[in-house]
């Protein structure tokens, strides 16, 4: 008695179920950030976090900061010094862990390697699915080495970021080159 409408329907609804739980999450965690929060302390700046990226070696590469203001982030990154990185397009990622130690290892197992020890690309409470809500806009690196980015997300919050054992700000080698999966720079975020 086997029917094809009925999987059909069935998986339709499904992701009815779905786009309706995220919606209503968003709009929970919307409405709870200005009440008990605001008031405690509202100093200026309040709504923004910096990060410094660092390689595992030391050199500062590039400062980071997320404004938050009407809901998303705005994202911007912009290297300290040319010539480190190399040219063209770097992963840029919010980790789950806020921790740049050279030589680490993931929580989860694994070799050793530079900033492994932050863990896998950020998800945001009850986010699942790909992308990961830490996937940000790719690093454009010009043939001197700087670069600046501006950016926006909304997959995650200020509040997100610093929760438990907070997060990082990770740059990848260069995309589609031997280095591509390599974590290059690191910066913990924070409210520094
Ligand atoms: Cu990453």
């Known amino acids: 008695m086997f029917k094809p409408t ?3 329907v069935a998986t339709l609804s499904a ?8 919606s209503h999450q968003q709009s929970r965690s919307a409405s709870s950030s200005p009440s008990p929060t605001s008031s405690t302390s509202a100093p200026a700046g309040a709504q923004t976090l910096s990060a410094e990226l660092h390689t595992a070696d030391g050199r500062s590469v590039a400062t980071a900061t997320f404004e938050f203001a009407n809901g998303y982030a705005t994202v ?4 300290t010094a040319n010539g480190i990185l190399t040219p063209g397009f ?3 990622h919010v980790h789950a ?3 740049c130690e050279p030589n680490s290892v993931d929580p989860m197992g694994g070799p050793p390697g530079d900033f492994m020890s932050a863990g896998m690309h950020y998800q945001a409470p009850g986010h699942t699915g790909e992308p990961p809500s830490g996937d940000l806009s790719s690093l454009e690196v010009r043939k001197d080495g700087a670069a600046y980015l ?3 997300t909304d997959a ?3 509040d997100d970021l610093l929760a438990g054992s907070k997060t990082a700000l990770m ?8 280095d591509a999966e390599k974590r290059f720079a690191c910066g913990v975020i924070g409210t520094g």
Do not use: D, M, Q
């Open 150 to 152: 501006v950016t926006t």
């Open 15 to 22: 992701v009815v179920a779905l786009s309706a739980c995220s």
């Open 171 to 178: 740059v990848h080698g260069a995309e589609h080159g031997p």
């Open 6 to 8: 009925n999987v059909v």
């Open 76 to 79: 911007t990154v912009k290297t």
């Open 156 to 158: 995650f919050t200020r």
């Open 90 to 92: 770097h992963g840029l």
């Open 97 to 99: 862990i806020g921790k």
